[in-house]
T-cell receptor, first 114, second 115 residues
Framework: IAGITQAPTSQILAAGRRMTLRCTQDMRHNAMYWYRQDLGLGLRLIHYSNTAGTTGKGEVPDGYSVSRANTDDFPLTLASAVPSQTSVYFC?????????????FGPGTRLTVL | AQSVTQLGSHVSVSEGALVLLRCNYSSSVPPYLFWYVQYPNQGLQLLLKYTTGATLVKGINGFEAEFKKSETSFHLTKPSAHMSDAAEYFCAVSPSGGSNYKLTFGKGTLLTVNP
């Protein structure tokens, strides 16, 4: 079982370009999340999806969009990248309803916007 | 609304010494509390969690944490630090129950273990 995979592992992107970060889970979890991690700020929620076909905004959604066409995939798109979106991006999933309430994280994507 | 404060962005201990990482939370409803660990260039891994029941929670790698409602704290401890414990540690809170589940993280504490 792979758990959560993210692609690419890292990327350098010119400002203004469009970029999609991919996230796939094989645990059949209903809920999925995208976070960004910045030094000194911890992890901040960008968008989430409680189940396939639904999405919601997190703490820092501006400049990002998501879709959830099926249970396994939850891509994050930067329509026009800006340098302030330089960060490490983590995808996570959680089984719901669940007695564990544990989120499982992918290995991350390191994105640099120049 | 919920929030997490981790006291100390960087903690340094000697190998074999006690590890104490502090976490205080605020939550308008009874909380679920978590500690995650992040090793360099990796994702986050669950260390331990408190949902209900016993307030002293034991996790992996010899870590434990105690939920103290009166102090709104969930401090992480380990009696004897090992070099392999060097990592960043994140405390997180979520509201218990309900459909509007969101996990709120603290800003993290970097643990350094000196030989």
């Amino acid at each position: 079982i792979a758990g959560i995979t993210q692609a690419p592992t890292s990327q350098i992107l010119a400002a203004g370009r469009r970029m999609t970060l991919r996230c796939t889970q094989d645990m059949r979890h209903n809920a999925m999340y995208w976070y960004r991690q910045d030094l000194g700020l911890g992890l901040r929620l960008i968008h989430y999806s409680n189940t396939a076909g639904t999405t919601g905004k997190g703490e820092v959604p501006d400049g990002y969009s998501v879709s959830r066409a099926n249970t396994d995939d939850f891509p994050l798109t930067l329509a026009s990248a800006v340098p302030s979106q330089t960060s490490v991006y983590f995808c996570a999933s959680r089984d719901t309803p669940s007695s564990t309430d544990t989120q499982y994280f992918g290995p991350g994507t390191r994105l640099t916007v120049l | 609304a919920q929030s997490v404060t981790q006291l100390g962005s960087h903690v340094s201990v000697s190998e074999g010494a006690l590890v104490l990482l502090r976490c205080n939370y605020s939550s308008s409803v009874p909380p679920y509390l978590f500690w995650y660990v992040q090793y360099p260039n990796q994702g986050l891994q669950l260390l331990l969690k408190y949902t209900t029941g016993a307030t002293l929670v034991k996790g992996i790698n010899g870590f434990e944490a105690e939920f103290k409602k009166s102090e709104t704290s969930f401090h992480l401890t380990k009696p004897s630090a090992h070099m392999s414990d060097a990592a960043e540690y994140f405390c997180a809170v979520s509201p218990s129950g309900g459909s509007n589940y969101k996990l709120t993280f603290g800003k993290g504490t970097l643990l350094t273990v000196n030989p």
